[in-house]
């Protein structure tokens, strides 16, 4: 039979304004973390990392925040560009073994 | 990323078919992993190989096998494809002896099983 999948969770923002997207990992003992981001017809590609002993990272126009006591995550895009419009994925993974990736969350970028 | 290649890139197959997906990498990792896609869900892993002579079962390993023929190419077989096997398919690799390790996708094969 069809499989029906879920709706992903869309966030809508304004050219220029800042992003954020939040993500809920499962394992408390889990101690790294990335952010993917996906386009339309390609694989996901690498944006940012954290590791457990750090609460923020920063990247070139992208932040990680990792609160480990509520287990979230979150991604902050500053100046949303419409190249930024992608599905996103956070990653999880303890000791390196295998990554667990949450379901996603579309960006949607208006001009 | 263009250092992971996979084939075919889309493939339309009937019930009951065997179908191989292929994926061979240029990163000289070793580590190699196989995910599926389903719309509106996130990766979930098939299997993975850290090594070739290691194979091991991901979350969703029944209804598939895998080959590491070597250590930059890693299949995945469909032995006999049920249409809830239709999915967006990634193979990834990623390199234990990096300080922090990172998955590096291909492109995807889209697979329908009618």
């Known amino acids: 039979g069809e499989s029906v999948g879920l709706h992903l969770p869309t966030l809508s923002v304004q050219e220029g304004d800042n992003s954020i997207i939040n993500c809920a990992y499962s394992n408390s003992a889990s101690d790294y973390f990335i952010w993917y981001k996906q386009e339309s017809g390609k694989g996901p590609q690498f944006i940012i990392d954290i590791r457990s002993n750090m609460d923020k990272r920063q990247g070139q126009r992208v932040t990680v925040l990792l609160n480990k006591t509520v287990k979230h995550l979150s991604l902050q895009i500053a100046a949303t560009q419409p190249g930024d419009s992608a599905v996103y994925f956070c990653?999880?993974?303890?000791?390196?073994?295998?990554?667990?990736f949450g379901s996603g969350t579309k960006l949607n970028v208006k001009p | 990323d263009a250092d992971v290649t996979q084939t075919p890139r889309n493939r339309i197959t009937k019930t009951g078919k065997r179908i191989m997906l292929e994926c061979s990498q240029t990163k000289g990792h070793d580590r190699m992993y196989w995910y599926r896609q389903d719309p509106g869900l996130g990766l979930r892993l098939i299997y993975y190989?850290?090594?070739?002579?290691?194979?091991n079962k991901g979350e969703i390993s029944d209804g598939y096998s895998v080959s590491r023929q070597a250590q930059a190419k890693f299949s995945l077989s469909l032995e006999s494809a049920i249409p809830n096997q239709t999915a967006l398919y990634f193979c990834?690799?990623?390199?234990?002896?990096?300080?922090?390790?990172?998955?590096?996708f291909g492109s995807g094969t889209q697979l329908s099983v009618l």
């Open positions: 990834a690799t990623s390199n234990s002896q990096a300080p922090n390790e990172k998955l590096f």
């Open positions: 990653a999880e993974t303890y000791n390196f073994n295998k990554f667990y």
């Open positions: 190989s850290f090594d070739v002579k290691d194979i």
